[in-house]
């Protein structure tokens, strides 16, 4: 992987890849670094809603509130 910041001169930029890449597909993207530090957005479970089974939605909230309370429960437990 390649990854590097510049900032142009002009409009016009040229691109000297590793042999290694040849014939493979490659993804170039250019954006200014304002673009690039935009916070992405918080995801929630709701945000997967229909994505997953409800068998395995179940699944995923009673392990995230098994994790929660043991968590809770060794944090009582140290004060």
Same mark, same amino acid.
């Given at each position: =992987?390649?990854? /590097?910041?510049? /900032? $142009?001169? #002009? %409009?016009?930029?040229?691109?000297?890849?590793?042999?290694?890449?040849?014939? +493979? +597909? !490659?993804?170039?993207?250019?954006?200014?670094?304002? @673009? *690039?530090?935009?916070? $992405? +957005?918080? =995801?929630? =479970?709701?945000?997967?809603?229909?994505?997953?089974?409800?068998?395995?939605? *179940?699944?995923? %909230?009673? *392990? *995230? #509130?098994?994790?929660? #309370?043991?968590? @809770?429960?060794? !944090?009582?437990? %140290?004060?």
């Amino acid at each position: =992987m390649i990854r /590097t910041i510049i /900032t $142009p001169d #002009n %409009q016009d930029l040229y691109l000297h890849i590793p042999q290694s890449f040849v014939g +493979k +597909k !490659i993804e170039v993207i250019a954006l200014t670094i304002d @673009e *690039a530090d935009v916070e $992405p +957005k918080k =995801m929630t =479970m709701a945000d997967f809603w229909g994505t997953i089974s409800d068998d395995t939605a *179940a699944e995923l %909230q009673k *392990a *995230a #509130n098994d994790g929660r #309370n043991d968590w @809770e429960e060794r !944090i009582n437990k %140290q004060i």
